[in-house]
């Protein structure tokens, strides 16, 4: 902390993010964050679940499943939803580099239309999963 004199009040530099709300945008900045994190893990997943397909039917079988368990499943479900909220979340940062949508309604708009799109289309992949297994 600093003053200026000393008869000012000493106040923090920075804010106490334990004194604000969470707000759409912050959170959604962090959500974009750990998403790319998740789906950096998932990547080393996939290639050990291509390893395993490649090292013959013994080994995929072990992979299989464990993806097809009930936290496998839950696992999977996850890395869907992050990857439509980090794809989304990316065009939503590209039409911002072409320096529109900066409004704080537009914001706001943009950031609900990323997290319900993001639902949407988790809940379409699954559901065409489903079809597509039969």
Known sequence: MASSSPSE???????NIQLYRPQLTSVLS??????GVLLSIAAIALVIWLLAAAAGPQAYAIVQAALVSWTGQVTLFGCTFAFFLHF????????WDTVHGFELRTIYMSGWAVVAASIVMTAVAWIASVYIGR
């Open 9 to 15: 009040p000493q106040r923090p530099l920075s804010p």
């Open 30 to 35: 962090i959500l974009n964050r750990l998403t």
């Open 88 to 95: 989304f979340g990316g065009i939503r940062h590209l039409v």
